[in-house]
């Protein structure tokens, strides 16, 4: 015989108190957790768990008694089925706050730092179309919606648009995403239409079959447009077919790319990239102090902040951070392209820049020559390996050290390194207080926390940046 499904548990009248880092709100019914989807603090909420551990639960809410008065409708179709945009049911004045609440949280628990001189979170000046990269996904597994019948054989099963949350092989299509400036969603449906009209096949990521695989546009404020299309088992003429349709169809691309991946992930850092027309980059520009402008080659391969007016607000702070005299040496970890490094440059006697990504390291040297910034060095290689004693010797000692690192935050060599150089002022930028704090902990032990400044580069999501100034305790 087979067991027997567990009962769902219901609570009644849960208050909602807090908002959890994936955006489900936090309620407790006597000692036990709940995490529950689309939930606000402030909500008064009956609640279903469908999954159960030993001390919390993740919840849905059945009936809703006392909406929050963070509470706003969601403006995307999309909203709660697609993965993006977690927080648009809460008011974008309530997003920042939580934001904020997550930095202090995670510096005073974690890090033991006292956070009465944090700034005000710097808000987005756009929270929707902020965006100027997008990544979409061709498949022929659709998600399928209540009422829709995978039997029925009229079903159109071809979608382009995002993955669903922990399904690698459904993508839910989208019809418009608030994400990113027009042309975006024209480029992305009129694309999927003339796919589908002509019969080109959608990437099957089961069976890898399938001649369309993604879709990438990135878009600047310089009003560059770059358009990517990567193709799986294609043949020449659906490529050709395709690429003189969108190159036909919309003259404003400044970039028309295409990729052949046949590989089983969908990466693309190690595949040829193929112009159709145009370069292979675009341009991206940010005036720095000095009424100078900074300019930035963004190839299809390049990582650039994707929010890029808010990118320019979180340079600033950086730099001025920084207090640059101008006689300094710097230390730009984890540099991408040279974005920041570039953007400082101008302000310090020499910028010393260290990446992982052999290629991002390439553009950075590019983006210093084709801004005629001759004071900037780059290395590649992972930072444990490359920032040792032999490199600070050969280099000099850094008056002040900018590091940003990926999520994951600094390596606990990289921390330790920090601690041996000892510059005067370190400048962390992080996408994630937690791991950040987890490095505060151990600064500390010679540096002193002198300025906390959040900054909000995604709205209705649950991501918020921190910039930090460390001064080295005398």
């Known amino acids: 015989m087979s067991r027997s499904a567990k009962k769902p548990k219901f609570f009644e009248n849960v208050s909602v108190i807090d908002i959890a880092e994936e955006g489900k709100g936090v309620g407790k019914a006597d000692d036990f957790v709940l995490f529950i989807e689309k939930a606000v603090p402030g909500d008064v909420a009956d609640v279903e768990v469908y999954r159960s551990k030993k001390n919390f639960g993740e919840a849905k809410i059945t009936k809703l008694i006392t909406p929050s008065e963070h509470r ?42 006292e956070v009465g001189h944090m700034d005000a979170i710097v808000p987005s000046p756009a929270d ?33 648009g995002f993955h669903i949350p922990g399904r690698f092989d459904k993508i839910l299509n989208i019809n418009h995403c608030y994400l990113q400036a027009e042309p975006s969603n024209d480029l992305r449906n009129s694309i999927n239409a003339f796919a589908k009209e002509n019969g080109i096949s959608y990437y099957d990521v089961r069976q890898h079959t399938g001649a369309l695989r993604n879709l990438i546009i990135r878009t600047a ?62 341009h991206e520009e940010m005036p720095t102090a000095n009424g100078k402008v900074v300019r930035f080659r963004v190839g299809p391969k390049s990582f650039y902040q994707t929010n890029s007016i808010q990118a320019l607000r979180l340079y600033e702070i950086t730099r001025d951070f920084a207090e640059l005299k101008g006689d300094e040496l710097l230390y730009d970890l984890y540099t991408g392209a040279g974005t920041i490094a570039n953007f400082v440059a101008g302000h310090v006697r020499q910028v010393v820049g260290v990446e992982y990504v052999p290629s991002a390291i390439e553009d950075a ?95 209705h999501t649950q991501h918020v940046e921190n910039v930090v100034l460390l001064k080295l305790r005398k």
């Not at 089983?264 to 980059?281: C, H, L, S, Y």
């Open 72 to 113: 706003t409708p969601a403006f995307c179709e999309h909203f709660g089925t697609c993965g993006g945009c977690k927080w648009q049911h809460m008011t974008y004045a309530a997003q920042l706050q939580f934001k904020q609440k997550a930095v202090r949280d995670a510096l005073t628990r974690l890090a033991k730092i």
């Open 221 to 282: 404020l310089t009003g560059e447009i770059m358009v990517i299309v990567v193709f799986a088992h294609a043949t020449q003429e659906e490529i050709d077919l395709l690429m003189n349709y969108v190159d036909a169809a919309f003259p404003q691309i400044t970039s028309l790319l295409y990729i052949v991946n046949t590989k089983m992930n969908d990466t693309i850092f190690d595949q040829e990239v193929k112009a159709w027309r145009g370069p292979e980059f675009i």
């Open 365 to 459: 040297k590019v983006n210093s020559e084709i801004n005629n910034i001759t004071n900037t060095k780059f290395y590649a290689g992972d930072m444990k390996d490359v920032l040792t004693p032999e490199f600070v010797a050969e280099h000099g000692k850094p008056d002040v050290i900018i590091t940003d690192p990926p999520r994951a935050g600094m390596h606990a060599d990289v921390v330790a390194r920090l601690m041996e150089i000892e510059a005067e002022k370190i400048v962390y930028v992080s996408c994630n207080a937690a791991t950040q704090a987890r490095d505060l902990l151990i600064l500390k032990e010679k540096y002193d926390t002198v300025k906390i400044q959040p900054v909000d580069m995604f709205p």
């Open 128 to 160: 929707r179309y902020y965006r100027n990269k997008l990544e979409f996904t061709f498949s022929n597994k659709r998600w399928l919606f209540d009422g829709e019948s995978r039997d029925n054989e009229q079903l159109d099963m071809n979608a382009l």
